[in-house]
């Protein structure tokens, strides 16, 4: 794709997700090689079951919810400013168009919160993978604004389609796929190399202890609850 | 590189130290000269890696997941896997034996390489084969990971007897085994007195080993209210790396039980008197962490890889390429792990697995006729400084090719100031390697 036409299908992405899902979502996989599945459109809601409102996204803070399965956590962030389409382009060859955020200010971002490193994740007990505001920079490697994993140090840039800036992950995050519809928020697909595979795969015995068995982990949600990311974890781990 | 005639002879000189009559060891001979192969001739690639250490393990399931139509044997001689790493923290009871340990079937089984519980005796690169007890194996391309070997000539010389008598009553502890075990035994059962550990010269496996191992040694003495210190005798004028950190946690934690002596490179070792002369003078112990200086392990040798100085001498290290990591003398053949020599990178587990994806990219891109320009590995490193809490640092290194240099120049990063959270991502760190390597 030539930047034309990328910048071409960024607005016509935009406005067709004002429309209708499918139309957006034909629209976004026909230009990505592959590399959008589309699930079950999730409607993001609160902790009470009402729908996820803008106003209810504090900038800057770390939310968490479960999509396209019931194991499998991402973030929720708002970034507090215009996040811009990019264009992904893999070491392998293969590539994407991000659309960027959504919301009144295009600020709102998804991506799965399992490193595509190694597949550390937050769990309720710990989460060493997280989101490191403007005013709270990494002690270690002292950037802000970034999704760092402590684990081994991984690095992704939430405002360029969680692409990597540092450390031994070869591919960014996955992202959610994010659409408003009349001020409410729908999860309706994974763009990018998700890392599914290899996170069921390793976690089988965590999952089975958590779910019951890898079937229930494996679930596809009908609604995504949204939460602080401090509530949900007993352990915010930083580094 | 070992020839047919090398291998009589060692089976020969085995069999005499062994203190064996004539006709077994012609018989013995006889069997080496008539090894069949253990293996029908490869079919298509065959990749043999010898070495199921954090590289070779790397190696092996990621050439499997790059192509699975490449035959992969890995060749070890453990029955089943220990880890160094976090080792340090179960001598101090914070992990279980079961945290450390795999099984070699789990990854071999899913991910579809063959694995060989094995000693290898002979490697002839001419003819591309790797010998073992049970015969021999044909490759199209080796990859040599069998980490480090321990150099006692340097302290005693051709004095068989002393190298024994400390392999035996000071164990290094820096091979997976039996030496590790042997260590938690001593310090569990030491009573009173110093105990010594020292730190090698030049490149050793995991440079920041022994200083951790002295705070959690520390640790076990604390809670234990032995009456004992830990005394670090470091050749190196300071501590590194991390040096703040151990430093911090001699002073805070640990202060009065470890002290660190730096400068004090090895004059002499006498470990049935339990003195040890070094130039910063010399000490007596009560009991030892003896590490000797570390070389590439014994395979590299046997391969006569090892890289040679100005003056022709072995620097004890792997000939290898620095980027791609395969031996400079045979394209057929790639060093990785410990063993290599000639760049910036510690010798650490981490650093194995990373360059274990590199060398299995490399491999897979060669056997498919295609260009891979390699990357470069990372290293990240935990610490655990304190027991209680449990508290640790950590440093994270990439690296850069400065292509006008010819040089990897590395950009560490640092924390000193030790923390639970650190701590905590040590075992994630740990958890998510493991499962790399055996999930």
New interface residues.
């Given amino acids: 794709m030539d930047r034309r036409d990328f910048i071409k299908t960024c607005g016509t992405v935009a406005v067709a997700s004002m429309l209708d899902a499918s139309i957006f979502s034909n629209l976004l996989a026909s230009q990505q090689d592959g590399m959008l599945k589309t699930y079950k459109k999730a409607l993001l809601v609160k902790e009470d079951g009402s729908p996820l409102k803008e106003e209810d996204l504090k900038p800057h803070n770390n939310y968490i919810f479960f999509y396209p399965f019931v194991s499998t956590p991402c973030y929720l962030l708002n970034l507090d400013q215009e996040i811009k389409p990019v264009e992904i382009k893999l070491k392998d060859g293969l590539g994407y168009l991000w659309p960027g955020g959504v919301g009144s200010k295009k600020s709102i971002v998804a991506y799965s919160a399992i490193c595509a490193h190694q597949w550390s994740y937050p769990t309720k007990d710990y989460s060493f993978i997280n989101y490191y505001p403007p005013d709270k920079p990494s002690e270690t490697t002292k950037k802000a604004g970034i999704i760092q994993c402590c684990a081994h140090l991984g690095l992704y840039d939430p405002k360029e389609g969680a692409k990597v800036l540092d450390g031994p992950p070869e591919v960014p995050l996955a992202s959610i796929v994010l659409q408003e519809e009349n001020g409410q928020f729908y999860a309706v697909g994974v763009l990018g190399k998700d890392q599914f595979d290899q996170f069921f795969d390793n976690y089988k015995a965590d999952l089975r202890q958590q779910y019951g068995s890898t079937a229930k982990a494996k679930e596809l949600v009908e609604k995504c609850i949204v939460m602080e990311m401090d509530k949900y974890v007993k352990s915010v781990i930083r580094c | 590189m070992i020839t047919r005639r090398d291998l009589l002879k060692s089976v020969g000189v085995g069999a005499l130290a062994a203190g064996l009559s004539s006709k077994p060891i012609f018989a013995a001979a006889e069997k080496v000269v008539k090894m069949e192969a253990v293996l029908p001739p490869p079919k298509g690639n065959r990749v043999v890696i010898c070495g199921g250490g954090w590289a070779g393990l790397t190696v092996a399931k990621y050439l499997k997941k790059e192509n699975p139509n490449i035959e992969v044997i890995l060749i070890e001689k453990r029955p089943n896997f220990f880890s160094c790493p976090i080792s340090n923290q179960w001598l101090a009871d914070l992990v279980s034996l079961d945290f450390l340990s795999h099984d070699y079937n789990q990854p071999a089984s899913k991910y579809g390489y063959k694995f060989i519980n094995a000693v290898v005796i002979g490697i002839e690169r001419d003819k591309k084969r790797v010998y073992t007890p049970h015969g021999y194996i044909e490759y199209n391309y080796l990859v040599l990971a069998p980490g480090i070997k321990y150099n006692y000539k340097a302290w005693f010389g051709d004095n068989k007897d002393m190298i024994n008598y400390t392999r035996v009553h000071y164990p290094a502890a820096f091979i997976p085994g039996s030496e590790h075990l042997a260590l938690k035994r001593k310090v569990h059962e030491f009573e009173e007195g110093d105990f010594i550990i020292t730190v090698p010269p030049g490149a050793y496996r995991c440079p920041p080993a022994t200083y951790e191992r002295a705070c959690m040694i520390a640790e076990v003495f604390k809670r234990n209210k032995v009456k004992g210190r830990v005394i670090i005798l470091d050749p190196k004028d300071d501590i590194a790396p991390k040096g703040p950190g151990f430093r911090a946690a001699y002073e805070q934690v640990y202060l009065g039980i470890v002290e660190y002596v730096p400068k004090a490179s090895i004059k002499e070792v006498d470990p049935v008197k339990k003195i040890i002369k070094t130039t910063a003078g010399d000490f007596k112990f009560a009991d030892a962490n003896l590490v000797p200086p570390h070389q590439a392990g014994e395979l590299v040798w046997m391969a006569d890889l090892i890289a040679k100085d100005k003056d022709g001498k072995p620097t004890g290290w792997a000939d290898q390429d620095p980027l791609t990591f395969q031996a400079k003398s045979d394209p057929n053949v790639f060093l990785v792990g410990d063993v290599i020599g000639g760049v910036p990178y510690p010798k650490s587990g ?1 650093m194995g697995n ?1 360059q274990g994806k590199i060398v299995a990219k490399i491999i897979a891109s060669r056997i498919a006729g295609k260009e891979y320009k390699p990357t470069l590995p ?1 290293n ?1 490193c935990y610490s655990m400084v304190n027991g209680s809490p449990q508290e640790a640092i ?1 440093i ?1 290194v ?1 690296y850069d090719y400065n292509e006008k240099e010819k040089k990897i120049v590395p950009k560490p ?3 000193n ?1 030790r923390s639970e ?2 701590a ?2 040590t075992y ?2 740990a958890r ?2 493991y ?2 390597m055996f ?1």
């Fill in positions: 981490h990373s990372d990240t950590v994270n990439t990063k640092v924390i100031e959270a650190l905590k991502a994630e760190w998510s390697m499962k790399d999930a």
